[in-house]
């Protein structure tokens, strides 16, 4: 299958500060990419949903202007979590498809994120 | 709304047991319902897939099969390696998409 990375695989930041993860996939176009969040012994929760080229779509109760996705090229699409509280700490995942949400989702490895 | 309730882990078995993964569903339409798989320090991949009624979806030795009159899509394997050891999500896709909550499963030799 397709391989999506995702960088930094974790990340420390105080409280107040701003976090970019990156998501790429690296061997084929990804029209759609997908962030989701995991909490501890909780389902993958998608957050967004994001077309290159074009806005983000939030899943309802997430904040678009603490959650700031960017998707500029097909292989590459951002998520910056806005000053950073501690509630913020979570997994962050991302996958990417060449297609809408029916079409197959590659999956990154995550990014763990902790806010101290 | 959607919704997908798998079976809590930790689930722990000797190699060639059999397993099961129960995951049932709710939904309001005729759902697509996936398997994913997240081996160690991996991304998750699918495992298989059913998109209507009565399919059964199968891949390196795991099945599942899409019940509707039960909102069913447990998944099963005859006899597990260690190599099967991972986390295991049940995910449906009806307008958006929900994943269970993930069932560990460490196989030991």
């Known amino acids: 299958g397709a391989v999506v990375s995702q960088h930094p695989s974790w990340v420390i930041c105080k409280s107040g500060t701003s976090v970019k993860i990156e998501c790429r996939s690296l061997?084929?176009?990804?029209?759609?990419m997908f962030w989701y969040r995991q909490f501890p012994k909780q389902s993958l929760m998608l957050m967004a949903t994001?077309?290159?080229?074009?806005?983000?779509?939030?899943e309802q109760g997430v904040e678009k202007d603490k959650f700031l996705i960017n998707h500029a090229s097909l292989t590459l699409s951002t998520l910056t979590v806005t000053s950073a509280h501690p509630e913020d700490s979570s997994f962050y995942i991302c996958?990417?498809?060449?297609?809408?949400?029916?079409?197959?989702?590659?999956f990154g490895p995550g990014t763990r994120l902790t806010v101290l | 709304g959607n919704s997908v309730t798998q079976m809590e882990g930790p689930v722990t078995l000797s190699e060639e047991a059999f397993l099961t993964i129960n995951c049932t569903y709710t939904?309001?339409?005729?759902?697509?319902l996936f398997w994913y798989v997240q081996y160690p320090g991996e991304g998750l991949q699918l495992l298989l897939k059913a998109t209507k009624a009565d399919d059964k979806g199968s891949n390196k030795g795991f099945e599942a099969t899409y019940r509707k009159e039960t909102t069913s899509f447990h998944l099963e394997k005859g006899s597990v390696q260690v190599s099967d050891s991972a986390v295991y999500f049940c995910a449906l896709i009806h307008n958006d998409m929900r994943f269970g909550a993930g069932t560990r499963l460490t196989v030991k030799p």
């Open positions: 939904a309001t339409g005729y759902p697509s």
């Open positions: 996958s990417a498809a060449s297609g809408g949400l029916s079409n197959e989702q590659f």
């Open positions: 994001s077309n290159e080229g074009s806005k983000a779509t939030y």
């Open positions: 061997d084929f176009q990804a029209t759609t």
